[in-house]
């Protein structure tokens, strides 16, 4: 089985920057894609970004393009969002999962996902 831990979470103003951090144990070997979600206050949770194993191909919601990165170190298995220019409506709890089949765009085929770390952007 594969466990993920997200760190990096808090609390930022508007146009403010974090960086979250996933990092994988167990079957870390498979060439997993890995993705971010969030789900805000009274909200559904929606995909953000995604990675495939080898960092060649990244996806983006239309709604942090530009302002959010994804990268992974699979060294240190470990997959990165970087958020820059930070808005309100960011504010959500951030979930890093881990998809087998190595595609990042099937919410049905992440199997494994992490707690959840909070992000709060003040106006």
């Known amino acids: 089985q594969v466990q993920l831990v997200e760190s990096g979470g808090g609390l930022v103003q508007a146009g403010g920057s974090l960086r979250l951090s996933c990092a994988a144990s167990?079957?870390?070997?498979?060439?997993?894609?890995m993705g971010w979600f969030r789900q805000g206050p009274g909200k559904a949770r929606e995909f953000v970004a995604a990675?495939?194993?080898?960092?060649?191909?990244?996806y983006y919601a239309d709604s942090v393009k530009g302002r959010f990165t994804i990268s992974r170190d699979n060294a240190k298995n470990t997959v990165y969002l970087q958020m820059n220019s930070l808005k309100p409506e960011d504010t959500a709890v951030y979930y890093c999962?881990?998809?087998?089949?190595?595609?990042?765009?099937?919410?049905?085929?992440?199997?494994?996902w992490g707690q959840g770390t909070q992000v709060t952007v003040s106006s």
């Open positions: 990675i495939r194993w080898s960092g060649g191909n990244r």
């Open positions: 999962a881990a998809d087998p089949t190595d595609n990042g765009l099937g919410y049905d085929r992440y199997a494994y």
């Open positions: 167990g079957r870390t070997f498979s060439t997993y894609a």
